[in-house]
């Protein structure tokens, strides 16, 4: 039967992904998710329509099960382009718009909350906080020749136009999934996530 195979994650459950299905509206299946246990609804990466749903999610958890963190639960330690990349050769439609729509209107006031969360959780990128100066090289990790360098503070220079790492990064691997960009970067040799927690771990 086909239906709707979706990834997604959740602020308060950093480093988690959740892999799941549907045949339903996708609505009433987000809403479902948004329990009273689970503080801050659920964000969508991506999600497609397949052929098959539950083929497509029992290979999801086949090939991720050493990832898996609880049998009984959908929920995998992997970054959530793993699953999408999966995810991409099995469908048949591109869902994610609306899904994310739908998953926007679960807790509107909630909005606000999720944002102050993530602030408050992660200190804003400053690349000479982190020991970094400007025209230092960065270079990324799947393509050993393609480089970018510091343009300021927050942003780096890439063939001569200025991006958020974030943004050059989605540019790079043509997605427009949330991506963190720093995992993908590197300087010196030391992954630019690294060099982050080295200068913002809190004590």
Request: include cysteine.
């Amino acid at each position: 039967m086909d239906g709707t195979v979706y990834v997604l994650t959740n602020p308060a459950m950093p480093d988690l992904v959740k892999i799941g299905k549907t045949t339903r509206d996708v609505s009433l299946r987000l809403s479902d998710l948004y329990t009273t246990g689970v503080p801050l609804p659920f964000e969508c990466e991506y999600a497609a329509k397949v052929k098959d749903v539950d083929q497509t999610e029992k290979a999801f958890h086949l090939g991720f099960k050493k990832d898996r963190v609880n049998i009984k639960r959908e929920f995998f330690k992997i970054d959530p382009e793993q699953a999408i990349a999966f995810l991409k050769l099995l469908e048949i439609e591109d869902m994610t718009p609306s899904v994310r729509k739908e998953a926007d209107s679960v807790d509107i006031e909630a909005k606000a909350s999720v944002e102050k969360f993530k602030k408050d959780r992660l200190p804003v990128v400053n690349y000479f906080e982190m020991g970094l100066e400007i025209g230092d090289v960065l270079t990324y990790e799947l393509e050993q020749n393609i480089t970018c360098t510091v343009k300021n503070q927050r942003k780096v220079e890439y063939q001569g136009e200025d991006y958020y790492l974030s943004g050059l990064t989605q540019k790079l691997m043509n997605t427009d999934s949330r991506i963190r960009g720093s995992k993908y970067w590197y300087h010196k040799g030391r992954n630019l996530v690294e060099i982050y927690n080295a200068t913002y771990a809190k004590d």
